[in-house]
């Protein structure tokens, strides 16, 4: 029904290691025998030979915030008050609001920086 997200590969740093890129990738398909004769068995490898190429060299694309004043910081904090939201101990409580109020007053400062200085 739904299809799964595509990787986004980090582009810069394909566009800079291009020849490494290319090289390893010819290396890895000269490596692949043309024995069968099924299109799909030969598309299958040529695919799973150019992910793992590229995931290994390349990698990809970091979270990216969508407000420009958040820092890759902020958005780490934020994955660790989601991991505290869903405990529901008192601990957890304690932690997830603790988290919760740190980054507030994080973000509301970096956005107010940011506007200040626009």
């Known amino acids: 029904m739904f299809q799964k997200r595509r990787p986004q590969w ?3 740093k394909l566009y800079a290691q291009r020849q490494i890129v290319q090289d ?5 398909l000269g490596s692949i025998g043309c024995d069968s004769g099924k299109v799909k068995v030969q598309w299958n ?6 992910l793992d190429t590229v995931s290994d060299l390349v990698g990809k694309v970091k979270k ?15 994955d660790e008050r989601r991991n505290w939201k869903n ?4 601990e957890g409580r304690k932690n997830y609001r ?8 994080a973000t509301d400062n970096a956005k107010k920086e940011y506007l200040e200085n626009m």
């Open 64 to 78: 990216r915030a969508r407000k420009p004043w958040i820092t890759q910081e902020m958005i780490s904090k934020m």
């Open 87 to 90: 405990v529901s101990t008192e």
């Open 98 to 105: 603790k988290l919760r109020n740190k980054l507030k007053r």
């Open 24 to 28: 390893a990738l010819e290396e890895k």
């Open 45 to 50: 490898n040529i695919k799973e030979c150019v």
């Open 10 to 12: 980090d582009l810069e």
